[in-house]
């Protein structure tokens, strides 16, 4: 699917962000793609999870921690200008 989207709108996906609220659908998807991901935590999934994946043994686990973590999607709002 990301596929895609690169090549019909020429995104470059080192600079591109997946951001989202669910570990297991979200970031599993942004990792996937080789992106970027941050999670958000208004929704979904909590740091707790994320960080019990990130001590976890388990490659798949690792697959579900996010690069970044934010407490709301509002916190990225100042960035954009950058």
């Not at 992106?35 to 990130?54: F, H």
Request: with cysteine.
């Amino acid at each position: 699917m990301f596929d895609c989207i690169v090549e019909r709108f020429g995104v470059d996906p080192s600079r591109t962000l997946m951001v989202g609220d669910r570990l297991e659908t979200d970031i599993l998807f942004g990792k996937n793609c080789g992106l970027a991901t941050i999670l958000t935590l208004t929704g979904v999934s909590r740091l707790e999870e994320a960080q019990a994946y990130m001590a976890s043994d388990s490659a798949a686990a690792k697959d579900l921690v996010p690069n970044y973590y934010v407490d709301s999607i509002a916190d990225l709002i100042p960035g954009l200008d950058e």
